[in-house]
């Protein structure tokens, strides 16, 4: 008798719905969507694959009037000549090493902030945290120069330390918010078994709350690596030493679109290779983007 | 789950019970709390306040010896400045067509993505959000190369359909669409926010509404729309703030000159250029202030619109 019910369910479901629409009236919607999808797709791929395409080419085959997006022979030779420079060699090794620091400081006082706001009780916490969710709508150019002015003072200026130090302090509010939101999802007896047991908050962070936490972390990680990786603003006005330079530094100092004749391909060829980590780290990782923008995305 | 539930609610018997527990949390929670709050401290509120007393003096690191309050030179200066009024203007012809983007176009392919029964939508989602992650050095430079007038690819196209070879990057009139398509192709963060509140709409209320009759557009405008109106909110926030900020993608295509005629001269140009290229801290403070100003106008203006259209359901507060 119950497997006999099971199955009539859905069918008698499906014919209770009076409303259901004729089957060409959802065929003729679904090709419109799959159509505008389609074009959709085109305009955020085909981008990069010029990119990809243009680094393959010779200086000619750029300006060809032919449209071919790759070129009979790939010239690998863009690709030694970017690598050969050793201005690009100097800019990966700071870009990699700026990032490092970065991350290391900013995740760890993230973590840190992140259980004040979801596993400990105290007074003024939610007026706090409402103040830090302000910051996120202060532009931070309000701040800029007065900071600048400080860490030139310090003679930090041009240096790392102005990019790196700053993280150790909880940089970046809607990351604390993402951390926050995922820490408080944790059942509480934890904590408070292990409180029983004699652990300190301390311990309770270390070893209950932030292993449990790891999927969060590796969101906020992720998101502050291509953050970092793609920093222009703050590169330009602290690293202004050519030993210094970043990436983005690097690839924007490097070409002038205002002149001729414009180097495409090695713009293209230095792009893919700026390009590449981000990517791989995106296509490694790509559930924690959409599990990360979950967590703050149902809330205003 | 069930035993979560109920230890959460006894959990404030304990908190009562146990008050030295309590008093013992109130410290720990601000060792915790201790690297945020320097951090706002140094790096934000000090900042902030010093960079109120700069806007009212002369103050330019190459020349240390002549900071002086200046009797409010650089409020004067604001009006006299032949630059402020391009950037300004120029800041809000960019704003008036890239704010509406920014909130239709991720609503629109979210909505897309939305659609019941999709087939391929993961691989549809990662396509849309991956230029977001293109850094935006690079993505400026894709730009430059895929709208350039004579070698472009898009020109190429419109010129084989007879529709000529618009100068994207060099007419007046061009530059603002130009920049918002750079803009759009970025959209993929903002597109994937409003696709997970869509996905947190009950699906009881669709249906409940075609049981009453209600077509497409009546469901959108009735039921997705205020469902996920705090995050559109949300979003549009971000969007004003991060049109004071744009920075890049003009820096690089114009080398930060302005062309055309201060076209791109943004806000956050002009900040720069007075700042660190001039480093007149001074005027460049008070640049700063003025956009703050601004932005916390616009910010209040949005929060007091909010009531009229942000839909917050029951107990759904953060």
New interface residues.
């Given amino acids: 008798m119950a497997t006999l019910t099971n199955t009539d369910l859905p069918t008698t479901n499906r014919r209770l ?1 009076p ?1 259901k629409p004729a089957l060409s009236m959802i065929g003729i919607g ?1 090709g419109m ?1 799959y159509a ?2 389609l074009l ?2 085109a ?6 694959v ?2 990809i395409g ?1 680094s393959f080419k010779t200086i000619d085959e ?2 060809q ?1 032919q ?1 071919r997006l790759f070129p009979e022979t790939l010239q690998w030779s863009n690709y030694s000549d970017i690598i050969n420079d050793p201005a690009f060699g100097l800019a990966y090794g700071n870009s990699v090493f700026v990032v490092m620091i970065v991350l290391f400081g900013t995740v760890l ?1 993230i973590c ?2 992140a ?3 979801s596993r ?4 003024g ?1 939610n007026i ?1 945290f409402a ?2 969710m302000a ?16 860490f ?1 003072w310090l003679e930090w200026v041009p240096g790392f330390n102005p990019i790196t130090i ?1 993280g ?4 970046g509010a809607s990351l ?1 918010f993402l951390l926050r939101q995922f820490m408080a999802t944790l ?3 934890l904590d ?1 078994a292990a ?1 029983i047991d004699g652990a ?2 301390i311990q309770i ?1 270390w070893y209950v709350v932030m292993p449990l936490s790891r999927p969060a972390v590796a969101t906020i990680t992720v998101f502050l690596f ?1 953050g970092q ?2 920093n ?2 703050m590169p330009l ?1 602290y690293l202004k030493d050519a030993a210094l330079t970043t ?2 530094v690097y ?2 100092g490097q ?4 002149e001729s004749p ?1 180097e ?1 391909h090695y ?2 060829t230095a ?1 893919v290779l ?2 590449i980590p ?2 791989i780290v ?1 296509i490694l990782t ?1 559930r924690y ?2 599990e990360g ?2 967590l ?5 | 789950m069930d035993i979560t539930k109920s230890s959460s609610s006894s959990q404030v018997k304990v908190k009562e019970k146990t008050f030295s527990l309590y008093r013992r949390q109130q410290l720990w929670g601000w060792v915790f709390l201790s690297p945020w709050i320097i951090g706002l401290f140094a790096f934000t509120i000090m900042p902030m306040l010093a960079s109120l007393v700069f806007s009212f003096m002369d103050f330019k690191l190459t020349e240390p010896d002549a900071i002086k309050f200046n009797d409010f030179a650089n409020y004067k200066k604001l009006l006299v400045d032949p630059l402020l009024g391009p950037a300004l203007s120029s800041t809000l012809k960019f704003a008036l067509i890239a704010l509406p983007l920014s909130i239709i176009v991720p609503i629109g392919l979210a909505a897309l993505l939305n659609s019941k029964y999709l087939i391929g939508r993961p691989i549809f989602r990662t396509l849309f959000y991956m230029p977001y992650i293109v850094p935006v050095v690079s993505s400026a430079y894709i730009w430059g190369g895929v709208l350039n007038t004579d070698t472009g690819w898009l020109n190429r196209i419109l010129f084989d359909l007879g529709l000529g070879k618009p100068n994207w990057l060099f007419d007046i009139n061009l530059i603002y669409p130009a920049l918002n398509i750079i803009g759009i192709w970025g959209v993929g963060n903002a597109m994937l926010i409003m696709l997970a509140s869509m996905q947190g709409v009950p699906t009881e209320l669709y249906e409940a509404a075609r049981v009453d009759g209600a077509n497409g557009l009546t469901i959108f405008r009735r039921i997705t729309f205020p469902m996920i109106s705090p995050v559109v909110f949300y979003n549009l926030i971000i969007s004003v703030i991060g049109i004071f900020r744009y920075f890049e993608v003009p820096y690089i295509l114009k080398e930060g000159t302005g062309d055309p005629n201060n076209a791109t001269l943004f806000y956050n140009i002009h900040l720069y250029k007075n700042a660190f290229a001039q480093q007149d801290m001074g005027y460049g403070s008070t640049l700063a202030w003025l956009m703050f100003v601004i932005a916390l106008a616009i910010t209040l203006f949005l929060f007091a619109t909010a009531r009229y259209w942000v839909y917050y359901g029951s107990g759904e507060q953060a």
Avoid at chain 1, 135 to 145: H, K, N, V
Avoid at chain 1, 255 to 258: P, R
């Fill in positions: 719905n409303f679904k969507i505008a999808l959709a797709s305009f955020f791929l085909f981008p990069l010029w990119m243009t750029v300006g009037s449209l006082s840190f902030v259980f004040a706001f400990l009780e105290w007074r916490r706090v103040m830090m910051t996120l709508m202060l532009p931070p150019q309000a701040t800029l120069i007065p900071q600048y002015v400080l030139n700053p150790f302090f909880a940089g604390v059942p509480k007896d408070e409180m300190n908050p962070w291509v990786w793609n222009l603003f006005i990436m983005p690839v924007a070409y002038n679109l205002n414009i495409w713009i293209m792009s700026f390009v981000v990517m995106f790509q983007f959409t923008i979950s703050t995305g149902t809330k205003g």
